[in-house]
């Protein structure tokens, strides 16, 4: 497809990057080539220097033959500009927006056919969802659902206490005492898809699919079970706190929140009438220590700076703290802080790459394409979810006499509410869905791109 990207941050960087390896053909705006040098060299992609509103530099991008346009500059005012005038020169266009500012959700929402709006992406709501979903069951690091909810990809870090620690993956069914799959395992940040005698090690990250009601079991049985998350202390003031604690507050949770600007402590405070709000730099041991931080259930350092964030969080993990988890403005630091005490990762602008390359993959194969597809594994494996249609190959044929490409496991099978958990017997039919999980760069848009033959 032919696709424009306006805005060529961190954002736009990893875009850019996903979707060229996929074989788009990527042309990028931006207001300083000077940011896109490396991207120009490693990439065969178009780049032009200047306003992404501008008609004639879309013109010049080609935007009247571009399938999809794609705006993550820094101004929300500035991206639904961009897609409105894109669209009035393409009415066949689609777009997509970061919008970030929370005032503007509800209108976005409500006026996307007149702002010409396709999708939006907000990275921050994106990150307070996650980080949400992991404070729920605390003893995961990550967490996807498929399914309509029925079907969880959990991430689970062998420590050295584990009771999997050492143990072939044949015997995990005796330690679990449920039924599950393991996907993947990433250790020394390469995944690997295991048979039944590959053996756990200490700091291996493990990728479980299970039903969401065995996830109990599985947390009890690997002696991950870990008080409930009551009392949590944030910090860092910024939009994903707002997001987030606004659902934590409506749950009921003990929030202390640190931020070192007393201008955004007192919009925060207006805000949020029963949460202490701390005017304090949250990098500081005394003063985390002076708000009880020894006493926290949850710890999540959310600060602008990726180092700091990191620092918060070993501090906290070095205390015990049962659930700590760290933003990471720059995904690519993931693997430099993997093998530190930092807890859960969560990259805003990897969950929003993620919903975008979704939405693309759709437009490109309208039958038969993905429903959901997530990252896991550090971005080096996906889980992806199917739905098998009257196009599908080897339906009713059992799975031991099906072939399936290198690095490709099926790892549930769901028929209606029914969930299976397959094995050389199963068997998938019209209607059921499909959970995927696949390795390596090849990118699966379609069901029957699994299969061998």
Known sequence: MNIVIAGSGKLGTMLTQRLAAEGHNITIIDQDLNVTAELIEEYDIMALEGNCASMQILREAGIAEADLLIVTTGSDELNLLCCMTAHAMNRNLHTIARIRTPEYMESTYAMRKPLALSLTVNPERHAAREISRLLKYPGFIKREKFANGLIEIVGVKITENSPIKGKALHEMPKVAHCQVIVCTVLRGGKTITPDGTFVFEEGDVIYVTASAENLNTLLKNLGLIKRKIKNVIIAGGGRIC?????????????????????????????HFSNVTIIHGDASSMHVLEREGIEDCDALISMTGMDEQNAVISIYGSSLNIPKVITKLGRAEHVQIYDNLPVGSLVSPKELSCNTIVRYVRAMQNQVGSAITVHSIAEGKAEAIEFIVDENTKHCDEALKDITLKKEVLIAS?????????????????????????KSGNRPIHQLNDIFAG
């Open 242 to 270: 707002y997001y987030l604690t606004k659902v934590l507050d409506s749950d009921n949770f003990n929030i202390k929140i640190i931020e070192k600007d007393a201008e955004r402590c007192e919009e925060l405070a207006e």
């Open 413 to 437: 099978i769901t028929h209606g509410r029914m969930i299976e958990f397959p094995n050389g017997d199963s068997t998938f039919h019209q209607g059921d869905r499909i959970v995927v999980v």
